[in-house]
């Protein structure tokens, strides 16, 4: 064998050439684009030119101008203040709804991966009960119910995304249980609420976030459908879902700007939230590789 | 071998131990564990090998608590275990009676936690010490075990293999239990890193007088470090006795089997008659 | 038949190239078997899956693989595929991830020869049997209907050595056959391994962590370290003319099912991957024999009492290695 110190590189063999691997622009973009959402939504009040809620009729259906950046709607209202201050209800709401459909539904979760047996099949036939029911129609019979506003689709929502948490949590709770670090802890002798709380959850936290990402993008789906259907805030209030359905009317007297607007902004924050999600668990479960 | 006086008894004592997986009412069911009995005197280094299906590994997950036997006695140092599901109170008196080493390192470590608040949580658990004692007490178990406070500062995978066995040794250490059960506990170690944890289990032993408990495949591995073996069959024990006679002179056709099948210099691997 | 020469490959992780295998220069003849020995890291499975140009993609591949003479690494699809379909066959460690659970184990076996080489289905199926019988699997037309799942580990081993064999290739890669099987499983499997490469005088690289199993069925032995080769030796003479400080020191360490040591012998520190070896030799920092020569120059493999050794000090410490390291069991 020919050993000298060269290599000899031949001229096809690095045809495969490494790929340096990029930052994950998508990431970066969608999470910067929530927390600019999230900080304009906070500080609505101190960073909008007009008052969202002055009518003055005689500005009504103006395009686009130095005073009204998007132009005003059907009553003359600034349309970009609405929407900055739409922010606050539009993600306030699928906010609470993730909240609670998180806190509940890893907990049963927890419970159903680390009891099993007999929990483990009542809570999940519980579970797949409320499967059944889309969660727009349970907001709507909530809505029905105890009237309109924020609360009551909040409630029904929170309710209808139970189950997607816990099941997914669940399968992942209970692999992360087979791991052989629970036994150690088990043999330990550490306490069970103490296993389950200190070490099982928190190596779930990266699910538990992606799990509410994604809920966060169905969740102002849901909610603006439900505004959008007269059945959540009501008017005056600024929301995006409520400003679509205001805005239609004007749609088809060549008025389109208040729909328009305000249905990009949902699209593109449920998109941003979904992207979001994705690429979290991408990275996280190369991570875990 | 048996080096304590023998009011102390045991440190494991099994009798008829059975454990059969899947409802007996059906009839079916599978035997993992068939009616075994053995003793552990303190101090000693007593091996079980099998291949997979033996019922070794069922069997120290039995003694350590992972496991509820179907019928028949386990005793930890005088102590016998109930049948029933164990609370939190009767695991962690067991916790200081008896400690396991699993095979895979990475895994059997919480890959959250620091090394050192890994050990401090045992600490805190069964003993009444303050920061500074359990400050002191970890630095102790690190160098037991041939680490050093680098190591104690970091997350499991920024070690290697041999390097967080040694803290999954150290771990176990921390109740000052006096049984180690070390469940193909080198397995998955290079060869050399291997020949590390081996010797450092032997200084352990000598240095605090512990008895190991260990499960293994490999009959070299066994051969270094236990004094008395024991070789499982589908469930049953089909030979035992010291060490060195039983893998000098083994009686049983299994063992042999076992024996003429392990690569070592000189060594030729033959088919059997039949596959 | 096969030569290696001055391979050098990197893979993409995360947002670096790292190489994998530095300097690796092997050969196997036909009819000889290679066994390619080391520890995690070592790049011994990267250089098996860089023959049959089975690396991540991203990956950077420098050196020539020669195959009687024509480099692997440039041929083209059509050459590759010939390559794949009758030269070269790889034998993996897990069979169950390689086999398709869904389909028959017949399947399995006659896809290839019917898909790569036009061989009708049913002469395939007479092929097929024929191996299965010689490898001494009874019943093979009742074996052939059965799925993976059905069969133990063991036996799917054994579909995947027929699956190798019934190609009829002239070079065999196995990648840790026996690892994952009981010991008695793996005398028998390594045992039907043997027999058969001999017999058809097949050609091959077997790559393992076990000295003592690649003594047993190969004819020269490649010690790899950190993405180098660090000797090459008779299997024969391996035991007891090591030449190489590493090499030496995984024969010490081993324990021994016939006699036990008070303690075993250490080479201190652990295993280090291609990736993290500086200049000068990759053993450097765990050789008992380090001058300071080592740490800086960068040893070649060269020639040295019929084998070849990457080692400056090789020619003065013979006779010298065998169980220098009377370490202690720290790190």
Request: charged share 20%; with cysteine; hydrophobic share 45%.
């Amino acid at each position: 064998m020919a050993c000298d110190a060269g290599m000899t590189i031949s001229p096809t063999a690095t045809r495969t050439r490494g790929r340096r691997a990029r930052r994950d622009w998508v990431l970066i973009v969608c999470a910067a684009f929530i927390a600019l959402l999230v900080i304009v939504a906070v500080f609505a009040p101190w960073i909008v030119p007009h008052d969202p809620n002055k009518v003055d009729m005689a500005k009504a259906y103006q395009g686009p101008s130095g005073s009204y950046l998007l132009g005003t709607d059907s009553l003359g209202r600034d349309l970009l203040s609405r929407l900055v201050y739409g922010a606050r209800l539009s993600l306030a709401g699928p906010a609470l709804v993730v909240v609670f459909a998180t806190i509940i539904g890893t907990t049963l979760a927890l419970l159903t991966a680390w009891m099993g047996g007999w929990t483990d099949r009542v809570i999940s036939r519980v579970l797949d009960i409320i499967f059944a029911f889309p969660g727009i129609i349970l907001a709507v019979l909530a809505v029905a119910l105890f009237g309109s506003g924020l609360a009551a689709p909040v409630v029904a929502l929170s309710i209808a995304y139970l189950p997607y948490d816990a099941r997914i949590l669940r399968s992942v709770a209970m692999r992360e249980r087979t791991l052989t670090y629970i036994s150690a802890c088990y043999v330990a002798g550490l306490p069970t609420r103490t296993i389950v709380l200190r070490h099982l959850l928190p190596n779930l936290l990266p699910f538990i976030l992606v799990q509410c990402t994604l809920s966060l993008g169905y969740a102002l789906v849901d909610l603006a459908a439900v505004s959008y259907l007269g059945l959540g805030v009501a008017p005056p209030a600024a929301e995006w879902g409520l400003m679509v359905a205001n805005g239609q009317a004007s749609i088809l007297t060549g008025h389109p700007q208040e729909s328009l607007f305000a249905g990009i902004l949902i699209v593109l924050t449920v998109i941003a939230f979904n992207m979001l999600g994705d690429r979290l668990a991408t990275r996280f479960s190369v991570r875990a590789q | 071998m048996s080096s304590s006086s023998v009011q102390d008894g045991h440190a494991i004592e099994v009798e008829k131990l059975t454990k059969v997986f899947g409802r007996r009412r059906r009839g079916g069911g599978l035997t993992a564990v068939d009616d075994i009995s053995f003793t552990v005197d303190p101090g000693g280094a007593l091996a079980i090998v099998g291949e997979s299906g033996s019922g070794k590994t069922t069997t120290a997950r039995m003694i350590i608590g992972l496991e509820r036997p179907t019928s028949g006695r386990i005793s930890v140092g005088g102590r016998e275990q109930t049948h029933g599901r164990m609370g939190s109170r009767e695991r962690r008196r067991l916790a200081s009676e008896v400690q396991m080493v699993f095979q895979d390192p990475y895994s059997s470590l919480d890959p959250r936690q620091r090394v050192r608040d890994c050990i401090d949580e045992i600490l805190r658990l069964h003993f009444d010490l303050d920061r500074e004692a359990r400050v002191a007490r970890i630095a102790e178990l690190m160098t037991q075990v041939g680490l050093d406070e680098r190591h104690a500062s970091v997350r499991p995978r920024s070690l290697s293999g041999g390097e967080q066995q040694r803290v999954a040794i150290a771990r176990a250490l921390a109740s000052k239990p006096r049984v180690l059960i070390l469940d193909e506990a080198v397995a998955s170690l290079d060869v050399s890193v291997q020949a590390q944890v081996l010797n450092l289990l032997a200084d352990i032993r000598e240095q605090t007088g512990i008895t190991y408990l260990f499960i293994s495949h490999d009959l070299a591995v066994v051969r270094q470090v236990s004094d008395e073996v024991v070789v499982m069959k589908c469930g049953a024990i089909v030979e035992r006795g010291p060490t060195d006679r039983v893998l000098d002179q083994p009686e049983d056709p299994y063992t042999r089997a076992l024996l003429s099948a392990a690569p070592r210099p000189g060594w030729k691997p033959t088919r059997k008659g039949t596959p | 038949m096969l030569e290696i020469r001055d391979l050098h490959v990197e893979l993409c992780v995360g947002e670096e190239m790292k190489p994998v295998i530095h300097e690796t220069t092997l050969s196997v003849d036909q009819g000889e078997a290679l066994g390619l020995v080391g520890e995690s890291g070592a790049g011994k499975s990267m250089t098996i899956r860089a023959i049959m140009r089975l690396l991540p993609a991203g990956a950077t591949v420098a050196g020539q693989i020669l195959y009687e003479g024509a480099d692997v690494l440039g041929f083209d699809r059509k050459a590759m595929r010939s390559f794949l379909a009758s030269k070269v066959a790889m034998i993996f460690q897990d069979a169950s991830t390689h086999i398709n659970p869904v389909r028959t184990v017949g399947d399995f076996l006659i896809e290839a020869l019917v898909t790569n080489n036009g061989v009708p289905k049913a002469e395939a199926r007479r092929r097929v049997t024929g191996v299965l019988e010689e490898i001494g699997i009874p019943d093979a037309a009742h074996r052939l209907e059965q799925y993976p799942h059905q069969l133990s580990g063991g036996l799917q081993q054994r579909m995947m050595i027929a699956a190798a064999l019934v190609i009829e290739p002239r070079l065999l890669l196995a990648d840790e056959p026996t690892t994952a099987l009981d010991v008695t499983t793996q005398a028998e499997v390594m045992a039907i391994l043997d027999e058969q490469r001999r017999q058809r005088g097949l050609g091959m690289i077997f790559v393992t962590h076990d000295l003592d199993l690649a003594a047993a069925v190969c004819d020269r032995i490649a010690v790899m370290y950190a993405g180098f080769v660090v000797e090459d030796r008779s299997a024969a003479n391996l035991h007891e003319e090591a030449r190489h400080p590493y090499t030496a020191g995984l024969l010490a360490s081993r324990p021994s099912p016939t006699e036990k040591a008070h303690r075993l012998c250490v080479v201190p520190g652990r295993p280090l991957s291609a990736f993290e070896v500086g200049e000068g030799c990759p053993f450097a920092s765990r050789c008992a024999h380090v001058e300071d020569r080592c740490r800086i120059e960068r040893p070649l493999l060269r020639e040295l009492d019929g084998g070849w050794v990457r080692c400056h000090r090789a020619d003065e410490l013979r006779g010298q290695l065998l169980c220098s390291y009377n370490g202690s069991a720290h790190e």
